[in-house]
């Protein structure tokens, strides 16, 4: 799919083993649910997208993250990431996935809350939090709005430097330039690079989903990668 070049070659290399299912009427254990990744072992997974969904491709950047994060992974820590809450976890209200897709489906707000990219991400939890931050980062009409909120909001600011890796300069509004080991572990409590910062990087240690690569997403003119 043509969405597929904005990922550097050493991304999309991950998706690889990825098998993506299009179905009609997905019908889960939910009752709205339009989309669901499923990681497997030995590096092959599975997503399901219904065609009804109504931004199919949104919706595979917000899968793809979760294949690649291993979401549904039980062993899974997302204690680091929730420190980025000012009440940790206690800032999740936990539903159960099923009322969280019926309520991010039906009454998702205008206006999200502090923090979160939607409300989903606040009411499925830290992996969908992670997810929602993702699926709008990497979407070139939706960037703008989510870079623009994290100049205001200190919280969302801190989420977007954890999975891009790069520092953001509130002022501006732009990501400067990577995160080094150091300042990413000292700023944002992991131990290690999380994420994009991860999965982009080069035996070398360079980004390819650097600063650059994040701002011009955010102008709605992704960089390809043929
Ligand atoms: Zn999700």
Known sequence: MEFLIKYPPNVRNRF?????????????????????????????????????????????????????????DPKKDNSTWALANPHGMRDYTF???AEAVEHGSEFEPPIPPPGFA????????PDEDQAT??????????AGSITKRAMEDAVLRKKVEMETGCLFDPATGRFQRALTKEEYTARLRFRNFQYY??????????????SD??????????????
Not at 19 to 28: C, E, F, R
Not at 133 to 142: C, E, H, Q, T, W
Request: charge should be neutral.
């Open 213 to 226: 690569f994040w701002n011009a997403i955010a102008d709605g003119k992704p960089k390809k990668f043929e």
């Open 16 to 72: 690889r083993n990825t098998t993506v299912y299009l179905a009609v009427d997905l019908k889960l254990k939910t009752k709205d649910k339009r989309a669901i990744a499923i990681g497997g072992s030995a590096g092959s997974s599975v997503i399901v997208v219904d065609l009804l969904n109504d931004d199919v491709k949104k919706t595979l950047d917000h899968e793809y993250f979760h294949i690649l994060d291993k979401s549904d």
């Open 118 to 125: 939607r409300i989903y991400g606040k009411e499925g939890g």
């Open 197 to 210: 910062s991860t999965w982009s990087r080069l035996p070398t240690g360079e980004l390819t989903m650097d």
């Open 95 to 97: 539903l159960t996935s």
């Open 133 to 142: 931050i993702a699926d709008r980062l990497l979407n070139p009409v939706l």
